[in-house]
């Protein structure tokens, strides 16, 4: 997964919206190795009591959660509110540690420039609406959500992990699982797709307006 920070403007007059990378945890949902399930996600305007997270899966009022997040490192908090596309978590952290959390979300809002999004290739990059659909074989869809693409692939995070060589669709584009890892699995595109037009052909056209902090 990318390790980018995406700031979002929406004019001169309104606050920037800061989205970061990460990946998360609930403590009380396991696989079947009885290991903790880890999904992908994306923290958005975080602050040093709360933040809303866009995930790939529903959450429970008063779960705890485990996220680690770039750029913020390991926070551990209660699901306070659950949303259409993800959900809010507060953030326990020790006064001495608040400082420091503070310092770097200041210094994240502050460093606008760190998202570099080069399109050529395979270069791969986020994208600004991270939602997609996954429609499976036996026709089953799931939302799933999309941590980095390129013109031949994408790494993706849902509820169901496809074993390695299904085919499947993401968005409008029939892929392959390719991997497995930490977050969820890899994609190859069985056609290679234009970098200027992915992105909006594995946009899930629901979610266009997805940014759950406002």
């Known amino acids: 997964m990318s390790d980018d920070v995406m ?18 945890s609930f403590a009380d949902v396991r696989d079947g190795r009885g290991e903790r399930r880890v999904f992908g996600c994306r923290a ?18 008063g779960a705890r959660v485990i996220a680690h997040l770039d750029h913020l490192g ?3 908090g209660l699901v306070t509110q659950v949303l259409q596309r993800g959900f809010v978590m507060g953030i326990h952290v020790k006064q001495k540690d608040r400082r420091k959390l503070a310092a ?13 999004r080069e399109q050529r290739a395979d270069s ?11 429609i499976l074989s036996d026709g089953r869809t799931e939302t799933c959500l999309i941590l980095d693409l390129s013109g031949s692939g994408a790494a993706v995070s849902a509820d169901t992990i496809p074993a390695v060589g299904t085919i499947l669709a ?26 200027e037009t992915v992105e909006m052909s594995l946009a899930d056209s629901d979610t266009s307006q997805w940014d759950i902090a406002t």
């Open 104 to 116: 770097k979300i200041e210094w994240l809002e502050q460093h606008n420039n760190l998202e570099v």
């Open 170 to 195: 993401v968005g409008t584009i029939v892929s392959r699982v390719v991997r497995h890892f930490e977050e969820g699995f890899a994609v190859r595109f069985i056609e290679r797709q234009q970098p």
């Open 124 to 134: 791969r990059f986020i994208p600004k609406n991270p939602y997609s659909r996954m």
């Open 7 to 24: 700031i979002v403007e929406h004019g001169p007059d309104t606050r920037k919206i800061v989205t970061v990378a990460g990946r998360f």
């Open 74 to 76: 390991k926070l551990d």
């Open 44 to 61: 958005i305007n975080p602050t040093v009591r709360e933040i809303s997270v866009a995930a790939p899966v529903s959450a429970k009022m």
